[in-house]
C-alpha cells in the first residue's frame, strides 16, 4: 500500500495536500512504491507516462515530458553520457516532477495554487496548472531575472514580486498556504515521485543495463532522489546488479550537502548560500538532505563543489559540443576531473543536464 | 538504388557535395528511399536513429534528436495533436533534417561549411558541425537578432555579419560555397532525408496509425516534405490507408504557395516578401515549391496565409496550454479555422510546432 508519511515522525498523512507532516512539520515521503515489472512499460507511450504503472494519480494530462535524449559525447577522450533533461517541454527536468504533482492536485479538485521560485520549477508549476485549469501565483523574488518573469507569465503564471532575500519569496508563499494549496517542487512527495521515471528511461536507453555512475546538480535533491530510488526499485526486482554510484554536484557558493558528505554526518546543516551562476542549486537546507546523503552513503557516491569558474568553462566545453545548457547543468561536466578522481576512468558515467541553456542566451 | 539527380534535368549528381545540378543548376533530391518495413526499426534506440534503416549516412553522431513528444490538447473544444518539434536539441525541427546533412559531410571528410541563416537553421548547423569537428561560418544578415546570433556563436558558429537586404546574406554564401561546402537546409537532399523521420514517429506515436491531417508552418518546405515524404513511404508499404491530408501555412506578407495554391499553378513564382513575426517562414521562392505544391494536390491538402495579429493570439492560446512556441510555429494553430472548414471537425489533425519559444522570451 502506498501511503504517505512523514520521514521523522513516520506518521500517515491523511490529508492528500499536505505539503508538510501535519503532527510535526517534517518531510512527507511515499511510504513504498510498486515493485518494477518490466512487462509494465507501456512501450506505445513515448512519454513518462509510458511507466504510468509506478505513477498513482488519478489524471494524466500531459505536455509531452519525459523520454528525454540519452546523447553520447567524448570530451577530452572521456566517453560520457548526457541525460539531456533540459528538452522537457518548459526547458527543465521540473516538468518530470511538476506532471505528477499537478495531476494529482487537479484530481484532488484544486483550482489555485501558490509556489515560489524565481527559475525552472516556477516556469513549470505555472505552465502545468495552467494546462489543467488551474490558477498558479508563483512568489518570485522582486529582483530576479526579468526574462525568467516574463516566461512565468508567458504561460499564465500571476507573479508575486516579493522584495528583500532570496528567502522572502519562500517565507510569502508560505504563508498564502495556509490557505491556498501549496505547489512545492521542493516539499510535494508527488514531484518526487514523476523524477523516478528518468532512471526508468536510463535503464531502457542503455539496453536494459545499469550505467556505472550518476551525476546531477544538487538543489533540494528531486532528481538525485528519482535516479536513486528508480534505480532502487530495478535493483529490487532484480533487473540491475547495483543501484549507480550517486554523486551530487552543487556550488561552492551552496554547499550544504557537500559539507556533510565531508564531515560524515547524516543530515546537513543550514548554510548561508552566496551568489553563483549556477543560480538553481542555490539552497541553504535542502529539503531532502538526509535521504540523498543516504543514496550517497548506501551507493558508495560522494558530493563535490565547483568554482563558477569551472562551471562557466564546462558550458562552453558543452557547447562546443553541440549542447545548449544552462550553468546550473555544467555543474556537472565541471565535476568531471573530481568524479573520475572518485570512480575511475573505465565507469560508464552519466552526467545529468538539467535546464536548457537557451533560457540564458 | 538510391540516387541523387537533379528534379529538372534528371542528370544523376556524381559529386556528394553537390548542393545544386552540375549541369543544369537545378534541385537536387533523392532517385527513391528504401521500402519501409517496421520490423527494421530499431526499437532499443530512443532517437531519430531508430529509423537509421532509411537514413543513408555513414555516420550516426548525435544531440539526442527525434522521437519528440506528440502531445494531445484540447484547445477551445477541439482536440488536437501538436507534435513538439521544438523540443529537438538546438530548439528546431531543424536538427532532424541537419543531423543527417552534417554526418554526410563529414563522412565525406569536409572540414569547413558555409550556410546562411539569420535563425534557426543557423544555430543548428552550427551545433552538428562543431559536434563533428567542422568549422561552420554562419551568414547572417547584419541588422539580424542579437539573441540569435548569440546562440550561433555559443555553440562555436563563426558569423558572417552581412548588410544590405534579406537575401546579401544568401548571395554572400553562395559566393563562399564556391570553394567551401554549401551546407543548406535549403538545397541539401540529405537534409529533407532526415526530415522524413517524423512521419514514421508521428506513425508510431498514434499506435501505428495515420492522422487524417498534417498542419506545418511552410518556408521552403523541408518538413513538410519530410512528413509527405514518410507517410508516402508508409502506404506505399501498406501500413496506412492512405497519405494524410497535406496543409502547409504561411504568413500573409510570405505566401508564395499559397498564391500558387490558390490559382493552380505547379510551380510557385517568386514574390516580394514583407516583414512578419513568423520569422523562420520569410521565404521569397521556396526551393521545394514544386514538390510542396505536388503534395498538396496528391493528398487533397490546401495552403492558407494567416496574418501576424492571429499568429501573436495563437501563440499566446498555446502558451495558456503550456506550449512555449516561437511566432512561426504558431502559424499552425492560427489557420485551425480555415483548417477546419477545409477538413471538417471529426478529422484527427497534428499541428508542427517547429520552433522553441525560449528563444523569444
Redesign the interface.
Known amino acids: 500500500m502506498m501511503e504517505i508519511q512523514c520521514i521523522d515522525c513516520q506518521q500517515t498523512s491523511s490529508d492528500p495536500l499536505a505539503w508538510r507532516c501535519e503532527a510535526c512539520g517534517g518531510v512527507l515521503d511515499f511510504s513504498a512504491y510498486p515493485p518494477f515489472d518490466a512487462d509494465a512499460i507501456d512501450?506505445?507511450d513515448?512519454?513518462l507516462w509510458r511507466y504510468r504503472a509506478w505513477l498513482p494519480v488519478e489524471q494524466h494530462v500531459?505536455?509531452?515530458?519525459g523520454?528525454?535524449?540519452?546523447?553520447?559525447?567524448r570530451i577530452s577522450d572521456d566517453d560520457l553520457l548526457?541525460k539531456?533533461e533540459y528538452?522537457?517541454?518548459?526547458?527543465s527536468y521540473k516538468d518530470r516532477g511538476t506532471v505528477t504533482m499537478m495531476n494529482h492536485m487537479a484530481s484532488h479538485g484544486v483550482t489555485n495554487v501558490v509556489e515560489d521560485s524565481s527559475g525552472n520549477a516556477g516556469a513549470s508549476v505555472a505552465?502545468?496548472s495552467?494546462?489543467l485549469g488551474i490558477h498558479p501565483r508563483i512568489y518570485v523574488p522582486a529582483h530576479g531575472s526579468a526574462?525568467k518573469k516574463?516566461?512565468i507569465e508567458?504561460?499564465?503564471g500571476e507573479l508575486m514580486e516579493i522584495g528583500g532575500t532570496q528567502e522572502a519569496k519562500t517565507i510569502a508563499a508560505r504563508q498564502a498556504a495556509a490557505t491556498i494549496p501549496y505547489a512545492s517542487h521542493a516539499y510535494s512527495p508527488y514531484f518526487v515521485l514523476g523524477q523516478m521515471t528518468v532512471a526508468f528511461?536510463v535503464w531502457?536507453?542503455c539496453?536494459r543495463t545499469a550505467p556505472d555512475v550518476i551525476v546531477t546538480p544538487l538543489g533540494h535533491g528531486g532528481l538525485f532522489l528519482g535516479f536513486a530510488r528508480g534505480f532502487a526499485l530495478l535493483h529490487a526486482a532484480g533487473y540491475v546488479e547495483r543501484v549507480p554510484t550517486m554523486i551530487a554536484v552543487q556550488s561552492d557558493h551552496s554547499d550544504p550537502i557537500v559539507r556533510a558528505y565531508e564531515t560524515g554526518t547524516s543530515d546537513p546543516a543550514p548554510i548561508s548560500t552566496g551568489q553563483t551562476i549556477a543560480d538553481g542549486i542555490i539552497v541553504a537546507d535542502p529539503v531532502r538532505g538526509r535521504a540523498v546523503l543516504e543514496a550517497i552513503a548506501t551507493t558508495g557516491g560522494a558530493a563535490f563543489r565547483v568554482s563558477d569558474a569551472a562551471i562557466q568553462s564546462a558550458r562552453a566545453t558543452l557547447?562546443?559540443?553541440?549542447?545548449?545548457a544552462e550553468p546550473t547543468s555544467a555543474t556537472t561536466l565541471a565535476a568531471l576531473p573530481q568524479v573520475r578522481a572518485h570512480v575511475g576512468t573505465s565507469a560508464s558515467v552519466v552526467l545529468a543536464l538539467t535546464g536548457?541553456?537557451?533560457?540564458y542566451?
Open positions: 512501450a506505445h513515448f512519454s500531459s505536455l509531452g515530458e523520454l528525454t535524449p540519452l546523447a553520447r559525447v548526457l539531456l528538452l522537457n517541454p518548459t526547458g505552465a502545468y495552467t494546462a526574462r516574463a516566461l508567458h504561460v499564465g528511461e531502457e536507453q539496453q557547447a562546443r559540443h553541440g549542447y545548449v536548457n541553456g537557451l533560457k542566451i
